[in-house]
């Protein structure tokens, strides 16, 4: 089973198989109605659903929108299962086509997206904050240079112990 957490009227949603729509927008949700799609209005800061049940979770284009709040990643992580995947995706505030793009996109398109953006992520914080809710950074991918797609994985608490081991052996040396 695979939850698009914050799906909007995306086509990502309406091109999967076995999955979920989540929004807490409920007329984009109204929208996707007539693709038969399953669908849940909520909030990525307490998803209703179950704890593991999910393998997927997808949450593209999401949480630049939402102010800040890890919350939105415990809960991403409560509702994969151990082993799960994790697909996240947000414009990296450090790369230089990211700083050249969205003041264009803001000049061309005034009130648009550019304004809705208020949390602003990069690879580094994201790889900050991932590990500390059970996530292990398998891959990430631009779009254009700028727009950042990583693929996590949620790993069990004896991996996680492993890794934290690993990590302060790291900084030791």
């Not at 102010?67 to 790369?95: H, K, N, Q």
Request: hydrophobic residues 40%; contains cysteine; proline residues 4%.
């Amino acid at each position: 089973r695979v939850l698009d957490a914050g799906c909007g009227s995306s086509l990502i949603v309406q091109s999967l198989n076995n999955a979920i729509g989540m929004d807490y927008n409920y007329a984009k949700l109204r929208f996707l109605r007539r693709h038969e799609i399953p669908l849940v209005n909520g909030s990525a800061f307490a998803l209703p659903f179950k704890d593991e049940s999910f393998d997927c979770v997808i949450s593209s284009q999401v949480i630049e929108h939402i102010p800040f709040d890890e919350s939105i990643f415990s809960e991403m992580c409560r509702v994969l299962r151990t082993g799960g995947r994790l697909i996240l995706g947000t414009p990296d505030y450090a790369t230089i086509g990211w700083r050249i793009i969205e003041p264009i996109y803001g000049f061309l398109m005034p009130g648009g997206y550019k304004d809705e953006h208020i949390t602003h992520y990069s690879q580094k914080k994201l790889r900050e904050i991932l590990p500390r809710h059970a996530f292990v950074v398998e891959e990430a991918a631009y779009v254009a240079r700028s727009e950042l797609i990583l693929r996590c994985r949620k790993v069990g608490l004896g991996e996680r112990a492993r890794s934290d081991v690993a990590a302060v052996a790291s900084t030791a040396t």
